[in-house]
């Protein structure tokens, strides 16, 4: 299985790669459309701020690219963000894959959540074998309002989309490379051949 973890100057790519081989797979870091397209899986990173890492994807073409894959896709954090229609970082306009825009957590809570929260109403073969309120790692300002292509909830002064689906593209707010066991059967999970 070739797995491709998109490599666009906007991710900590390498502890998402570590992650996957902790599970007994490779992953390649590319940008090559090609590589890309061909790939049996790919995992969309992301970390910073929204309106440069989409600048980044428009000087690149992956802008272009990623709405349009046809293999399971799984976006993580910004990478999740991303692939909403818009977010209000920067005034952002996303890659529309999700039909939600990402809002800033109002002043009622510390920002941004930085820890570990608890994953609700798991709606997805994603999350097959996890629990409900099992712990996942989040660092993040903005959010996903609650949608029809929500698959799991949390909390932080307000319930948000900790995950969204639509077809074959996954989103975790969250960062399974860093939410222990929880996190490496959710990334197991995406990779396995049943997923749907």
């Known amino acids: 299985m070739k797995i491709v973890i998109i490599n666009y ?12 081989k902790r599970l007994g797979y490779e992953a390649v870091l590319s940008n090559d459309v090609s590589e890309i397209q061909h790939a049996d899986k790919v995992i969309f990173p992301g970390v910073g701020e929204a309106s440069s890492a989409m600048h980044k994807l428009r000087d690149s073409g992956l802008d272009k690219l990623i ?27 996303g890659l529309g894959i999700f039909d939600v825009d990402v809002v ?11 820890g570990w929260n608890q994953i609700t109403n798991l709606k997805s073969d994603l999350f097959n074998g996890v629990e409900e309120k099992e712990h996942i790692y989040l660092v993040h300002s903005f959010y996903a309002p ?25 989103g975790t707010q969250f960062h399974p490379e860093k939410s ?3 996190g490496e059967k959710i ?9 749907k």
């Open 187 to 195: 990334l197991k999970n995406f990779l396995s051949s049943e997923l």
């Open 67 to 93: 709405p349009n894959l046809k293999q399971p896709v799984l976006g993580i954090c910004l990478g999740m963000q991303l692939m909403c229609h818009s977010s209000e970082e920067g005034n952002t306009k």
């Open 104 to 114: 800033k957590f109002d002043k009622t809570v510390k920002v941004p959540q930085i």
């Open 180 to 182: 222990s066991d929880v």
């Open 146 to 170: 609650l949608c029809s292509e929500t698959i799991a909830e949390c909390t932080y002064g307000l319930d948000y989309s900790a995950a969204l689906k639509k077809d074959n593209f996954y």
């Open 9 to 20: 100057g906007a991710g900590n790519i390498q502890s998402i790669k570590f992650a996957i």
